[in-house]
């Protein structure tokens, strides 16, 4: 069984920067799909960022240019750097593993990401 552990999470002022972690426990050898979401309160979860295992990244229109991705295949971690945060960003951010082409489908327990303005 994984578990996925993710930290990082915290309050910081609009264009601050913070880095999220999510780091995974057990074998992985399965995954070939790490990503991050989020969900702000009443709103539905949404894809953030995303790397797969040929190492492509993709992200939500809305943190282009601001966020990246980005793996330590060494320590099963995966990593979202956050820049140039704006209040909106707030959300609970959640982590995920899974084989996109079968069942395997693993989320951290979430963190929270506070931007004031």
């Known amino acids: 069984q994984v578990q996925l552990v993710e930290s990082g999470g915290g309050l910081v002022q609009a264009g601050g920067s913070l880095r999220l972690s999510c780091a995974a426990s057990?074998?992985?050898?399965?995954?070939?799909?790490m990503g991050w979401y989020r969900q702000a309160p009443g709103k539905q979860r949404e894809l953030v960022a995303r790397?797969?295992?040929?190492?492509?990244?993709n992200y939500a229109d809305s943190v282009k240019g601001r966020f990246t991705i980005s793996r330590d295949n060494a320590k099963n971690t995966v990593y979202l750097q956050m820049n140039s945060l704006k209040p909106e960003d707030t959300a609970v951010y959640y982590c995920?593993?899974?084989?996109?082409?079968?069942?395997?489908?693993?989320w951290g327990q979430g963190t929270q990401v506070t931007v004031s303005s």
């Open positions: 995920n593993f899974r084989n996109a082409f079968g069942p395997t489908d693993y």
């Open positions: 057990g074998s992985i050898h399965s995954i070939n799909f």
């Open positions: 790397i797969v295992s040929g190492g492509s990244t």
